[in-house]
């Protein structure tokens, strides 16, 4: 089937009842002088363009397929439409603002079952898209993943009709950096109107201050040898994007230093968890979520330690408070082996000191954005048993338990994910959540017919997501038991600013 488009017309290809257009370049490619630059329009072409393959992957740290010329989108729509303009879903993916692509996500069975239009992107990552320099560009510096972004959902309000979608009714989501993306969004005046629902998926609102952020892209030049202040610009410009990649690896940084959105711009003028703190961000429903375990696979750091070595890590994270913590979280209270890894992933899920993820902080979040916009959701993803998700594979070691951790509720929304076969009441819960997740992107409210009802965070109600026919909403007390929110809520502390790694190794030093 052809489609045509602003740019020129596309073909696509139809299996199992979608119609899939691929590789769909939105902004012209961010190579040679557009390399730094906010993304500018993609060129027109003649003919038909065939868009039956992904485009190139932006340049990360691993994998085939990289490019910096790499900003398209792929759109998935049913193959048997009505007249109707139908509802729109903007994907965002995950993998900490250095990995990851819209390839990666399948939209087909969210479009197929819920009678919606769904729509995959790429953004610049790494260095590409989120570093600050002093003379870099003249706007955008550090943003230019997030501009990416708003480059994508203003081609889908210009084109996505001709897809059969409605440009009226377009909700962003995105599951970790992709979830912090859609709060980042929501902050942004200049991404004001192009989407009316949000959707985070274990993301939140953390960012990086402009000095932050200044600071960082020093240290990138430098480690790519372009020391002097004067020529670090035209240095890093004339260097090639392997080699930028290679000198970005600790631009990447870990799993808590790595690139976010930057604050402090004109695009991001105020960081995102002070726009939802203060009310001044783009007040659309929201559907929020986390899985119960977030943070225990990146525990695994901890897996030998001994009650020493853990009561000295969370002394040297908590300090004055850190004896009150030990009492709720006791050594002795979980089981080996991985016993460190067990009890210190319990303290910061609960916590939620991994950039205010899952557990109590995450609540409040919720109660922050549910105070201003009455249609808010709130779940927790809590399987005790999903099939073993990280990028790149499992990393689940023998005899280790890894719960619901971070990524886990992907494959029962993009089935192609899983890296085992669900069980057949794992599959009743994909069914359950392809079609919650559908019903907030038609009506804003995710409760679908014929099952449990999901009722609004302002109704002291939260949904928990479990196999088979149990998915429930419960009261939110339960979820502030289950995380020891009373406690966490009395104690001032801040996020955690070291890796686990490098936690475990002063722990153990």
Same mark, same amino acid.
């Given at each position: ?7 020129g017309?596309?073909a696509?290809? #139809? ?9 769909i370049?939105?902004? &012209? ?6 390399r730094?630059?906010?993304p500018?329009?993609a ?26 010329d ?12 009505t ?31 819920n ?6 992107i ?11 320099l002093?003379?870099? =560009? ?8 997030? !501009? ?6 203003r ?17 962003? &989501?995105?599951?970790?950096a ?5 709060? +980042? ?5 200049? *991404?004001?109107?192009?989407? @009316?629902? *949000? ?16 600071a ?5 030049? @430098? ?17 090639? =994007?392997?080699? !930028? ?10 799993? !808590? ?60 994270e908590?300090?004055?408070? *850190? ?9 002795? +209270? ?11 992933? =319990?303290v ?10 899952g ?5 409040? !979040? ?21 099939? &073993?998700y ?33 069980? *057949? ?21 995710? #409760? ?5 009802a ?9 949904m ?31 996020w ?14």
């Amino acid at each position: 089937m052809t489609v045509s488009t602003d740019k020129g017309a596309v073909a696509g290809v #139809t299996a199992d009842g979608v119609d899939r257009f691929l590789g769909i370049p939105y902004a &012209a490619p961010p190579v040679d002088a557009r390399r730094w630059q906010p993304p500018a329009p993609a060129p027109a072409w003649s003919g038909v363009r065939q868009a039956t393959a992904f485009g190139s992957r932006c340049m990360q740290p691993y994998g085939a397929g990289m490019s910096e010329d790499c900003l398209y989108l792929n759109v998935y729509t049913p193959e048997q439409r009505t007249n109707r303009p139908l509802p729109v879903m903007v994907w965002i993916h995950g993998g900490g603002f250095s990995s990851g692509s819209g390839a990666d996500n399948d939209g087909s069975l969210l479009a197929k079952t819920n009678n919606i239009v769904v729509v995959s992107i790429n953004y610049r990552l790494n260095v590409f898209g989120f570093l600050s320099l002093p003379g870099l =560009s003249n706007q955008g510096a550090g943003n230019y993943g997030l !501009l990416d972004q708003e480059a994508a959902l203003r081609w889908t309000q210009r084109n996505i009709r001709a897809f059969g979608g409605d440009p009226r009714k377009v909700t962003i &989501a995105g599951e970790s950096a992709g979830g912090h993306s859609v709060c +980042a969004l929501m902050a942004s005046p200049s *991404a004001r109107g192009l989407f @009316t629902g *949000a959707i985070i998926q274990s993301g939140g609102c953390p960012s990086h201050t402009a000095a932050q952020a200044a600071a960082r892209g020093k240290d990138y030049a @430098t480690a790519a040898g372009c020391t002097d202040p004067a020529t670090s610009v035209s240095c890093l410009r004339g260097l090639t =994007s392997q080699a !930028l990649e290679a000198a970005g690896r600790g631009f990447i940084g870990g799993i !808590l230093t790595g690139p976010l959105p930057v604050s402090g711009t004109p695009e991001l003028p105020l960081a995102p968890a002070d726009a939802v703190r203060s009310g001044q961000y783009n007040k659309v429903p929201l559907m929020i979520g986390s899985t119960r375990d977030e943070v225990r696979g990146w525990a695994l750091p901890f897996a030998n330690a001994t009650k020493e070595q853990y009561e000295r890590a969370i002394r040297l994270e908590f300090g004055a408070q *850190a004896d009150a913590v030990l009492a709720h979280y006791p050594y002795s +209270a979980y089981p080996s082996p991985y016993t460190g890894t067990y009890a210190i992933s =319990s303290v910061w899920d609960d916590s939620s000191v991994f950039y205010g993820l899952g557990g109590c902080q995450y609540q409040n !979040l919720t109660a922050r954005f549910a105070a201003r916009q009455p249609r808010t959701y709130f779940y927790e993803f809590d399987d005790p048993h999903p099939p &073993a998700y990280a990028p790149g594979g499992s990393y689940a070691p023998p005899g280790f338990d890894p719960g619901a951790p971070h990524g886990s509720e992907l494959p029962y929304l993009f089935p192609s994910q899983a890296s085992t076969l669900l069980t *057949a009441e794992q599959r009743q819960l994909s069914d359950a959540m392809v079609r919650y997740w559908g019903s907030f992107v038609s009506n804003a409210n995710p #409760t679908a017919i014929g099952q449990a009802a999901w009722p609004p965070y302002r109704s002291g109600r939260y949904m928990s997501l479990l196999p088979g026919d149990n998915s429930h909403a419960f009261k939110t007390e339960a979820f502030e038991t289950q995380h020891q929110c009373s406690f966490w809520n009395s104690i001032d502390y801040d996020w955690l600013t070291l890796n686990p790694d490098q936690l475990a190794q002063r722990a153990s030093s």
